[in-house]
């Protein structure tokens, strides 16, 4: 439990204690009262809107019950001051002991500070990249890459059972072309001149591909027609890309639990049991769409195609699954594989996907929720563009022109600590600029570095302290005392809510931004020492005091430590 779900059960006891006096009836419901950190940190540590939510379904002001609960608050030796705010809001300054008490539990819990058992175990897949298996990652899977991973560990560390899934799109049109073009640069390793059309994958990373076809297969598809190599061709190159794939993931520190090809789906039954599933339920038929908005085309003609009805799931429009040549269409594999998820028994899904499908949200969204009868609820998160820079210089994409920049190039010029942290500078859904010598530089302006940079003056103030024989010490916590100095323990302990909160809203980002806020509280502290001897964390002639503030910086470095490993940074000692 949280310091501030601790405090709200205080209220809440404060709560029941004027309803048994009879000042407040029975009854009430409470699901409303929040603990929160005040809007204005000068209001007091936190704020709770209790008097304001009970109030009118107790026939009282809220001021009224405000002062009655402030009365019975008051008694409670963890709370130096109540006071009453406004129309009724109730402002909670905590004692001393109670922010020296949450140095003492980081210090105790380490590496466990900030895990919940909010998720109780529930079973989320967290599906994220399954970019196709045509080339490398660029820097704009590198971001889905990223986002999914820490989503994926903000989770688990909230206590759900998280599986990380890849699906692999090796079902489509695209793998043959992928195909075609390999068959080039196989023919180019057998010194043929060769031309690319547009349409196909030139790209050089298709070189050693090529020349490994070459030493496998000899000649034996040198002139030969598209029949005799297409589907071993498919195979041999879908393999070798994501090997590729499974290499850039590496050097980002992303593993993966499940590859799930889609080519799984055709010719196994799955697809037709999706369907037939949804057919079951009454949700497919036979009929006709409408033409697209706007102009009609001059070839629109209309065709009976087999269509889900899935705006009976809060869809716009009915979706085909089938088109009128009775192939399937792209939507019904998808379909299929989310009915695996949901028939592999998880609890909730997550997809990561890219901007531009965008479009495809509702239709997923109404197939999960068709398939599992609403019991499963289905989050797409969607991540924008990354524009990568080289100071006014914009680093250009595109992986059919071959030019691309790599996910492999990021982390070769910047690092992987870095890549990643810098992905979650902004929340999922809003551009991301990425400037290769910023994200460098050793200022406050540059996130990592300065959330880098406390942990390290951390660890150098502590091996200075060992070798002077001192350690942190809990039997001396005392000595913190200082209002800066609680403040920056109010701050390490909003990281066990603030954890709950991410992990609610499937935003990863959150612990970035908290991150930075708390070495800020940090460097800010250090700052007054230079001007203040009392604030500083090692003061030789006093060891008893040291000892004190070494817990408080302890926990710092303990804290910056979990949150960077949800982020899958690696916290450094020394700059």
Not at 28 to 47: I, N, W
Not at 128 to 141: D, E, I, R
Not at 236 to 261: H, N, P
Request: charged letters at 25%; glycine letters at 10%.
């Amino acid at each position: 439990m949280t310091l501030f779900a601790e405090i709200r059960e205080t209220v809440l006891a404060a709560v029941g204690g004027l309803v048994a006096d009879g000042i407040l009836p029975e009854g009430l419901e409470t699901r409303a009262v929040t603990v929160e950190p005040p809007r204005d940190a000068s209001h007091g540590d936190m704020a709770t809107n209790a008097a304001m939510v009970l109030a009118k379904p107790a026939g009282m002001k809220p001021r009224d019950v405000a002062e009655a609960l402030a009365t019975r608050l008051t008694a409670d030796a963890r709370l130096d001051s109540v006071e009453v705010a406004g129309p009724g809001f109730l402002n909670l300054r905590l004692s001393g002991d109670v922010w020296r008490g949450v140095i003492g539990q980081v210090l105790e819990t380490g590496a466990a500070f900030g895990r919940s058992s909010m998720g109780q175990g529930r079973r989320v897949n967290v599906e994220y990249v399954s970019a196709n298996p045509t080339g490398p990652l660029h820097v704009g899977h590198t971001r889905g890459a990223v986002f999914g991973d820490a989503l994926a560990s903000l989770l688990d560390v909230a206590g759900y059972d998280v599986t990380r899934e890849y699906y692999i799109n090796d079902g489509g049109a695209q793998v043959d072309v992928l195909a075609r073009s390999v068959y080039l640069r196989y023919l180019e390793a057998h010194g043929q001149e060769v031309a690319f059309e547009d349409g196909t994958y030139p790209g050089d990373y298709l070189i050693e591909v090529g020349q490994a076809l070459k030493e496998k297969v000899g000649d034996a598809f040198v002139d030969k027609g598209e029949h005799y190599w297409l589907a071993e061709i498919r195979e041999f190159a879908t393999e070798k890309m994501m090997d590729l794939i499974r290499k850039d993931l590496a050097m980002l520190g992303v593993e993966m639990d499940v590859f799930y090809s889609e080519k799984s789906l055709y010719g196994t039954g799955r697809i037709e049991a999706a369907i037939d599933d949804l057919r079951g339920k009454g949700l497919i038929y036979e009929g006709y769409l409408e033409p697209p908005k706007g102009k009609k085309p001059d070839d629109w003609e209309p065709r009976e195609q087999t269509l889900f009805k899935s705006t009976e799931h809060g869809d716009d429009v009915d979706r085909p699954v089938m088109k009128s040549d009775g192939s399937w269409t792209y939507f019904a594999p998808d379909i299929a594989y989310h009915f695996d998820k949901v028939s592999r028994g998880f609890d909730e899904l997550i997809d990561v996907f890219g901007a531009d499908h965008g479009g495809y949200v509702k239709r997923m969204k109404a197939a999960v929720s068709a398939l599992s009868g609403g019991a499963v609820p289905l989050d797409v998160k969607l991540t924008q563009l990354v524009k990568l820079r080289r100071g006014d210089e914009e680093l250009k994409m595109s992986k059919r022109a071959g030019t691309f920049v790599t996910l492999a190039d990021v982390v070769e010029m910047v690092g992987p600590d870095v890549t990643r942290f810098h992905m979650l500078t902004r929340k999922n859904d809003a551009p991301l600029d990425f400037d290769v010598d910023k994200v460098r530089e050793q200022s406050k302006d540059n996130p990592v570095w300065y959330v880098q940079y406390a942990h390290a003056r951390i660890k150098s103030v502590l091996r200075k302290a060992e070798d002077a024989g001192m350690t942190a010490d809990v039997a001396n916590l005392n000595a913190i005392n200082d209002p800066a100095e609680l403040a920056l323990a109010a701050k390490i302990a909003e990281y066990p809510r603030l954890i709950e909160i991410a992990a609610k809203g499937h935003e990863p980002h959150r612990v970035a931004f908290y991150l930075y806020d708390l070495a800020s509280e940090f460097h800010g502290l250090w700052n007054k020492g230079n001007t203040d001897e009392n604030l500083r964390f090692f003061q030789e002639a006093d060891p008893s005091a040291t000892s004190g503030k070494l817990c408080l910086i302890s926990a710092v470095a303990i804290v910056i430590s979990n949150g960077l490993g949800i982020l899958g940074v690696t916290p450094v000692d020394q700059m």
